[in-house]
């Protein structure tokens, strides 16, 4: 399991809840199940659509990786 590292500590804690939800996770998860994991409302688009704009942005600072499944995991 990756750690945090002194960068990861000064993202937004929203940012910080989405990399500790992939950290619980036993291996590789669906962007849905992490959303499931933050609360997110399935039936409010609103609210998957926040989630995603979080992880989205995550994955573009290199702190988790989208496998070409669409799963996500901590970076290697």
């Given at each position: 399991m990756s750690e945090?590292?002194?960068e990861e500590t000064m993202v937004p804690p929203d940012y910080q809840r989405i990399l500790a939800?992939?950290?619980r996770a036993v291996g590789p998860v669906m962007a849905r199940q992490v959303?499931?994991?933050l609360g997110a409302?399935?039936?409010v688009r609103a609210?998957?659509?926040?989630c995603?704009?979080?992880w989205f942005r995550?994955?573009?600072h290199g702190w988790l990786r989208q496998l070409s499944d669409d799963?996500?995991?901590t970076r290697l």
């Open positions: 945090p590292d002194a939800a992939v950290r959303g499931e994991m409302n399935a039936g609210s998957w659509d926040r995603a704009e979080g995550v994955i573009d799963r996500l995991t």
